[in-house]
């Protein structure tokens, strides 16, 4: 006599999960919940564009100069954790995770990240990690419902003013300037959504999330519910 076990992986479907946004938006913790909360793999996009904008800072590369950019940016191999309890992600084996968050690094990201062949290197990387989510998962980026992940099973954009996502980014970064913090995200805000190569932008087929009134909890709420329905239309 045999029994046959269900496991939760084999009565669950898979969903990949795109969530896109400008920065402040609750875009990491909110990602990062969902995925802990329903047992999927988690992805960092922008911690990859932070950890080679940091290894070409460190290795002397003009970020100024995309041609400089270009050229180098094959050598650095970066290296993704996907548990949304601990998101590592590793240069060249080493761990970066306080290092990509430097102010000189938040500045000049947006500069490689405009790269095309930046681009082109790091979107083949998180689809191959998506691809790799045999129990599905949730990637946050700014492109990844439009480029990277367009058959996403499901597609967020989160919003928010920019006087509430410069205070959640003051809150975040102990004693900064608000109203610093908020011309500095309008700035990238402008950056990422003119840039010509994989622009911030919200996919048509996305459902839209405004967060300014809302409490984190209220957003994991909110984003646990799409991600239930979707499973159960599968």
């Known amino acids: ?113 405009a790269v095309p062949e930046v681009r082109s290197l790091i979107t083949g990387l998180q689809r191959s990690i998506a691809a790799s989510a045999a129990g599905g998962i949730v990637v946050e980026g700014r492109d990844i419902g439009t480029t990277v992940l367009p058959g996403a099973d499901l597609k967020i954009f989160l919003t928010a003013s920019p006087e509430a996502r410069a205070a959640r980014r003051s809150g975040e970064l102990k004693g900064s300037d608000v109203q610093a913090t908020r011309e500095a995200l309008i700035k990238r805000d402008t950056a990422d959504s003119s840039r010509k190569t994989s622009p911030l932008a919200k996919a048509d087929d996305a459902v839209e999330v405004d967060t300014t009134e809302l409490t984190l909890q209220q957003v994991i709420e909110c984003v646990v519910t799409l991600v239930e329905e979707k499973r159960a239309a599968k």
């Open 1 to 113: 006599m045999s029994f046959a076990v269900e496991t939760a992986a084999e009565t669950t479907p898979a969903v990949i999960v795109a969530i896109d946004g400008p920065s402040g938006t609750g875009k990491s913790s909110t990602s990062k919940a969902v995925a802990a909360q329903l047992g999927l793999s988690y992805l960092d996009t922008g911690a990859q564009y932070r950890a080679i904008t940091c290894w070409m800072v460190e290795n002397g590369i003009d970020v100024a100069d995309p041609v400089a950019v270009a050229a180098a940016a094959a050598k650095p191999e970066i290296v993704s954790g996907t548990d949304p309890a601990a998101p590592a992600i590793t240069v060249d084996g080493r761990d970066v995770a306080q290092a990509i968050r430097t102010p000189e690094v938040t500045s000049k990201v947006s500069a490689v990240s």
